[in-house]
């Protein structure tokens, strides 16, 4: 299992790299729109099995319409940005109305309330956050729309996912090593303290090593050893957090894995847990506290 989880984890960071730097942005666009999709398909197929009634393809519907009108919106200027979040909103509400109306046809659901927020959570979890990486990547329009993705969007991807994934390799072999006190038994019989501070050490090592092979330069976005270190430490936490709540879904569908695509790791949802609560943490931290050149 760890031979496997080693090689999947080699493959996907090398295709994230290379996505980010070769291919085109619609290319990535449809790419974002996938993954959700199938993170989405996952989400719903977890609480299918806890016996929790959803409308499952109107929900994945609405998360590429979610992605869609960002990508398709944003832009590095004011107008633009407002733009992006007025289409995002615009989405986001009709899919609100649209699964409430499509509650009223079905005569022999005896849930139809669980049915709505079920639906609903599978958007906003999964798509909603997964909607920040299109912010992070695309923001900043550095490039052309049929060019690859802008140098600062490529490094903020790369950054964000080094940081957190660096987290949960120095989490996993600290805790081997090292753990004896469970951070949270209930949820994750297997994470220790000891693991999250040494996912925490790790994430600050990737971290200040950013700052140091980039000159404190994210494309356009320049950030300070002192936001290195505030990341490095604050991306494990919500890092760890997104996990935590994964491991409360997996447990109430009663199931070790959101599914078995990545071999060693699990499904999409196992890989993209940590990335979906860091990711808006990250473009909120950037958008608040970081200058961009």
């Known amino acids: 299992m760890l031979k496997q989880r080693i090689i999947s984890g080699v493959l996907l960071a090398g295709m994230c790299v290379a996505v980010a730097n070769y291919l085109p942005s619609p290319a990535c666009w449809l790419l974002l729109v996938g993954i959700t999709a199938l993170a989405q398909y996952e989400f719903y197929s977890m609480l299918d099995k806890a016996g929790l009634p959803v409308f499952r393809i109107l929900g994945i519907l609405s998360g590429a319409a979610v992605i869609?009108?960002?990508?398709?919106?944003?832009?590095?200027?004011?107008?633009?940005?407002?733009?992006?979040?007025?289409?995002?909103n615009l989405v986001i509400l009709a899919t609100v109305m649209i699964v409430f109306v499509r509650q009223f046809p079905q005569k022999h659901n005896d849930r139809p309330i669980v049915t709505i927020a079920v639906t609903l959570l599978?958007?906003?979890?999964?798509?909603?956050?997964?909607?920040y990486l299109t912010r992070l990547a695309f923001g900043w329009r550095d490039a052309g729309m049929m060019h690859s993705v802008g140098p600062t969007g490529r490094m903020m991807i790369i950054y964000l996912v080094a940081v957190v994934k660096m987290s949960d390799v120095g989490a996993f072999f600290?805790?081997?090593?090292?753990?004896?006190?469970?951070?949270?038994?209930?949820?994750?019989?297997?994470?220790?303290?000891e693991?999250?501070?040494?996912?925490?050490?790790?994430?600050?090592?990737?971290?200040?090593?950013?700052f140091w092979l980039t000159d404190g330069a994210l494309g356009k976005v320049h950030f300070?050893?002192?936001?290195?270190?505030?990341?490095?430490?604050?991306?494990?936490?919500?890092?760890?957090?997104g996990d935590l709540f994964e491991s409360l879904l997996k447990r109430t569908a009663g199931i070790k894995d959101s599914g078995t695509?990545?071999?060693?790791?699990?499904?999409?949802?196992?890989?993209?847990d940590s990335l979906l609560f860091g990711a808006p943490v990250l473009y909120a931290y950037v958008s608040l506290f970081l200058s961009a050149g």
């Open 122 to 131: 599978g958007v906003w979890y999964v798509a909603f956050l997964m909607n």
């Open 224 to 241: 300070g050893i002192h936001d290195a270190i505030i990341l490095g430490i604050l991306l494990p936490v919500v890092g760890v957090l």
């Open 195 to 210: 693991g999250l501070a040494g996912g925490i050490v790790s994430s600050i090592v990737v971290s200040l090593l950013f």
């Open 261 to 272: 695509l990545i071999p060693g790791m699990g499904g999409v949802l196992d890989v993209l």
């Open 68 to 88: 869609s009108a960002t990508f398709w919106t944003i832009g590095p200027d004011a107008i633009q940005l407002a733009a992006g979040y007025r289409w995002e």
């Open 174 to 193: 600290t805790g081997r090593s090292l753990g004896r006190h469970k951070l949270f038994p209930r949820l994750s019989p297997k994470k220790t303290i």
